[in-house]
Every structure is written in C-alpha cells, then in structure tokens.
C-alpha cells in the first residue's frame, strides 16, 4: 500500500468519525440503532478482510500484499462512508 493511500484512508477514517459522532450528538434519539449498525458494518469490513487476508496468504502473496488485502475491505467502506457523507 502506498503512503498516499495510507494517509487517504487515515484521513477518510478520521472525517467519518467525526461527522458520525456530530450526527449521533445532534440525534440522541437515533443514536443507539445507528451505534448498532456501525458495529455490524465494522464486524462485516474485519470478516471480509480476514477471509481476503488469509486467501492471500495460501495464494503465496508475499506480506504487502497480504496486509493491502486485508485492508481492502474496511478502506472501501470507509470510502463509501465519506462519499455519503459528504453528499448530505
């Protein structure tokens, strides 16, 4: 993974976070569904690069490649989450 990505997801992480904590205090009432299913969606995005990560390993994937693979997943929700939040 190259440090531009990196630092795209790292920052992509850090603005969900912190528009999803806005919305969670401005909505108490919504608060413990929405806390509900962003656990669920984490719990899907390990799963999923577990599964990827250790398909890579029997693959003969050398480690980088092991570590983007497992990373795929949580990077494509995060990317998606921001996408959605940006547009309102």
């Known amino acids: 993974m ?3 990505t990196t630092a795209t997801l790292a920052w992509q992480t850090a603005f969900v976070f912190t ?4 919305q969670l205090w401005t909505e108490p009432a919504a608060a413990q569904a929405r806390l509900t299913s962003y656990a669920l969606e984490k719990q899907k ?3 999923a690069g577990a599964m990827a990560a250790g ?4 693959a003969g994937a050398a480690a980088p490649a092991v570590i983007e693979a497992a990373l795929a997943p ?3 929700r995060v990317r998606a989450n921001a996408r ?3 547009r309102g």
């Open 19 to 22: 528009l999803r904590s806005l």
């Open 55 to 58: 398909n890579a390993v029997l």
């Open 45 to 47: 995005a390990f799963a």
């Open 84 to 86: 959605r939040l940006m």
């Open 2 to 4: 190259n440090p531009f």
């Open 74 to 76: 949580a990077h494509r």
